[in-house]
């Protein structure tokens, strides 16, 4: 019999342990871009990513606050990600039962820009014990999310999501592991 952690889409893809640490879903999180919802392994090209997603919590305490870090798991390139993870943006203070509108940009958005191969965004959503000073790291390569929600009791997430994405004329796929 197959466990439900098996048939996580974000387990599956490698993202909880080249990422994440396994995790149950506390937060209800909704991420669209151009009005088309971003669901686990969608495949997106950076002309429809060039604009941050839109990103709604869910939740019913909007003193409740959140942090949301987007990175690419596999910067440079998925056979070398001597790079990851890469950050492309990080928010903080976002109350919850709104979105990432009502926040604090600590690293503004980054369209990601994959030059070869499929690279896994990754959109993680952490639950802040109340509003904190989150300092922007010095550079935006080899970001940690484990360590920087360690750094900032961040605890673990409450959400995520990721997708694949490509160069604009790219072809091919991403190869499971034990596929």
Same mark, same amino acid.
């Given at each position: 019999?197959?466990?439900?952690? %098996? ?18 879903? @506390?937060? %209800? ?7 088309? &919802?971003?669901?686990?392994? !969608? ?12 990103? %709604?919590?869910? $939740? ?6 959140? @942090?949301?870090?987007?990175?690419? #798991?596999? *910067? ?8 990851? %993870? ?10 919850? @039962?709104?979105? #990432?509108?009502?926040?604090?940009? *600590?690293?503004? &958005?980054? !369209?990601?820009?994959?030059?070869? $191969? ?19 790291? =010095?550079? +935006?390569?080899?970001?940690?999310? +484990? ?12 959400? #995520?999501? &990721?997708?694949? !994405?490509? +160069? =604009?004329? $790219? @072809? $091919?796929? +991403? ?5």
């Amino acid at each position: 019999m197959t466990s439900s952690r %098996e048939r996580n889409p974000l387990v599956v893809s490698g993202v909880v342990s080249d990422v994440l640490d396994p995790f149950t879903p @506390t937060t %209800e999180f909704r991420v669209t871009s151009n009005g088309k &919802y971003i669901l686990n392994g !969608c495949r997106l090209k950076p002309t429809q990513i060039a604009n941050r997603p839109t990103v %709604e919590i869910g $939740g019913d305490d909007f003193r409740s606050m959140y @942090t949301l870090i987007l990175v690419d #798991a596999d *910067a440079p390139n998925p056979s070398d990600p001597s790079l990851k %993870e890469y950050l492309h943006w990080l928010v903080t203070d976002i109350p919850g @039962t709104t979105g #990432a509108s009502f926040r604090k940009e *600590a690293v503004a &958005y980054e !369209c990601p820009q994959p030059s070869m $191969g499929i690279h896994r965004l990754v959109l993680v959503l952490f639950r802040q014990q109340g509003r904190q000073t989150v300092e922007a790291p =010095e550079q +935006r390569h080899h970001f940690n999310t +484990r360590e920087f929600a360690r750094l900032h009791n961040l605890g673990d997430p409450a959400a #995520a999501v &990721y997708y694949n !994405c490509h +160069r =604009e004329n $790219g @072809t $091919g796929g +991403r190869r499971v592991p034990g596929s």
